[in-house]
């Protein structure tokens, strides 16, 4: 199968399942648009792929495969005798040339596509929607829209945000009772990064910081009582406290403790 131009979107970089992914497993990913056909599928030969993609280094393709299908950027599934590859969202992010062949892989539980049938496609036809050919060097082609190749539209899930959560957080106390509060908050990106604002703040107040941190609230408090919400004061943030030195109170020692005053106003054993 000859290898194909596909398009690349800045969002990709800045993706954070992809960024979960060993650097290898990210330019796989990359290489397997060039090897997939229009309807963004190709087979599931993972030797085939290393010899096409990776010829002179020794890495994983099955397992690297693998964890691209645990973050939902592929699907790897049988049809019609056909181990195979979807990419996921291909049709939403790549544009094939117009003279690119049909797909002779059968989609998820369909037979295979009669060869030069192009009714099923799910790709945008040449100029639909003001599109053009992922080849052309045309300036639409190249106005990349920002929203990058993700396995979905969907917010993050909310439990996807808590251990990021539960590790910044000072106090680790009750990790089931802050578990149960965050998924009713049902947590966005938006409201975690305004969480973790706040907090990056709260940790340096001093009811945060005297005794210990022992007056910092529960995780779960903090959470049902929004207390992210809270006024927060001003405080530095350039500046991180000491332990106090364990050199103090020479002032206040008696240094004649035990000793004889002489007639002289020394003192003496």
Request: aromatic share 8%; glycine share 6%; hydrophobic share 35%.
């Given at each position: ?112 596509p009669i060869q030069g049938e192009h009714g099923a496609s799910t790709i ?146």
């Amino acid at each position: 199968m000859m290898a194909r131009s596909r398009n690349i979107k800045p969002g990709f970089f800045s993706n954070e399942d992809l960024a979960d992914l060993d650097f290898s497993a990210r330019l796989l990913f990359i290489g397997m648009w060039t090897e997939a056909d229009r309807e963004g599928r190709l087979e599931d030969r993972p030797k085939r792929l290393k010899m096409a993609l990776f010829p002179a280094d020794n890495v994983d393709i099955d397992g690297m495969l693998d964890a691209l299908e645990s973050k939902g950027f592929i699907r790897r599934y049988e049809a019609s005798g056909i181990k195979a590859i979807q990419v996921v969202n291909w049709s939403k992010h790549q544009n094939p040339h117009v003279k690119e062949a049909a797909s002779t892989i059968p989609a998820e539980g369909q037979e295979p596509p009669i060869q030069g049938e192009h009714g099923a496609s799910t790709i945008q036809a040449p100029g639909e929607h003001g599109s053009f050919p992922a080849d052309s060097l045309s300036l639409d082609s190249l106005n990349l829209i920002p929203d990058s190749l993700t396995p979905s539209q969907a917010p993050v899930a909310s439990e996807d945000l808590f251990p990021k959560f539960w590790k910044l957080y000072p106090r680790k106390v009750g990790k089931d009772k802050a578990e149960k509060a965050w998924t009713k908050l049902k947590v966005n990106q938006a409201l975690y990064d305004l969480m973790i604002s706040a907090l990056a703040k709260q940790v340096l107040t001093p009811d945060w910081t005297k005794d210990k941190g022992q007056f910092i609230p529960h995780p779960s408090t903090w959470l049902n009582g929004k207390r992210w919400e809270d006024e927060i004061p001003d405080v530095p943030t350039n500046v991180h406290p000491f332990p106090q030195s364990r050199h103090t109170g020479f002032a206040g020692r008696d240094y004649t403790a035990g000793l004889k005053q002489r007639e002289d106003g020394s003192y003496a054993l």
